[in-house]
C-alpha cells in the first residue's frame, strides 16, 4: 500500500497532479482546491491511498490526514466509489462533511456531481457515528489562542506541500484576515482558501 508520497510536481490538471518520486512520476487523483494549487517544478507531499481493481490501480492523494480518513470512510458508503468519495471532498471540507452527517442533512452530498438523493441519504446513515464531531465555529468567534494555533497549523500544512514558509505564514495571515469567522478557525477550511488564493499569488512570482 502506498500510504504517501512527497516529490516534484511535473503537471496539475484539474483534479489530478503527476509527482515524481526516486525518478518516478505518480499519477494521483486529488481534491480540486489541491490539484488547482500545485505548480510544476515545487515539491508537493500527500498522503495517499491505494485503490486496486483487476485493471487499474488507481492512487488518490490529500494534503491531511483527516481528509484522507474520511475519504476511506466514505469508501464504505454502498454505492460511492473513488471518483464520487473524491468528489465529495472537492465540495465539502472535513468539517462540513461531519456536520451535515451530525446534523442529518443530505443536502450538502446531493449538490456533488455523481451523488444522487439516494447515495446521499446512504452516506449521512452508513457515516453515522464514524467521524469526529464537528467544530460548531460559527457559534462564537475564535479565541486568539485558537486562532493562532489555527494559523501555525495551516501554515505547517502549506510547508510540507513545498511551499517557502515566508510565503505560506503571510498568505495565510492575509487570507484569515479577509475569511469569516467559521473559516478562520476551521484548519482544512483555511487551507483550502489559503491555497486558491497562494495559486496565483504564485504565479505572479512571488517567493519567501
Known amino acids: 500500500m502506498i500510504s504517501s508520497l512527497r516529490g516534484t510536481v511535473l503537471h496539475a490538471a484539474v483534479d489530478a497532479v503527476i509527482v515524481e518520486v526516486g525518478g518516478v512520476g505518480f499519477h494521483v487523483a486529488v481534491p480540486v482546491d489541491l490539484a488547482r494549487g500545485a505548480r510544476s517544478g515545487e515539491t508537493l507531499a500527500l498522503h495517499t491511498h491505494l485503490v486496486v481493481r483487476e485493471d487499474a490501480l488507481a492512487l488518490f492523494g490529500f494534503a491531511t ?10 469508501l464504505q458508503v454502498t454505492g460511492v466509489g ?3 468519495a473524491l468528489g465529495v471532498l472537492s465540495h465539502l ?4 462533511i461531519a456536520a451535515a452527517v451530525a446534523d442529518d442533512d443530505d443536502a450538502p452530498f446531493r449538490k456533488v456531481s455523481g451523488i444522487g438523493p439516494k447515495t446521499a441519504k446512504l452516506i449521512v446513515v452508513q457515516l453515522a457515528g464514524k467521524l469526529a464531531p464537528p467544530a460548531r ?3 462564537a468567534a475564535p479565541t486568539r489562542d485558537a486562532a493562532a494555533d489555527v494559523l501555525a497549523q495551516v501554515t505547517q500544512a502549506l510547508v510540507g506541500l513545498g511551499y517557502p514558509e515566508k510565503v505560506a505564514a503571510e498568505t495565510v495571515t492575509m487570507t484569515a484576515e479577509s475569511a469569516d469567522d467559521a473559516t478562520r478557525a476551521h484548519t482544512q477550511a483555511l487551507l483550502r482558501l489559503t491555497l486558491a488564493a497562494l495559486g496565483p499569488a504564485r504565479q505572479g512570482g512571488t517567493r519567501g
Open 137 to 139: 465555529a460559527a457559534a
Open 65 to 74: 490526514r483527516e481528509e484522507l480518513e474520511v475519504f476511506v470512510q466514505l
Open 93 to 96: 471540507s472535513v468539517d462540513q
Open 82 to 84: 473513488p471518483k464520487s
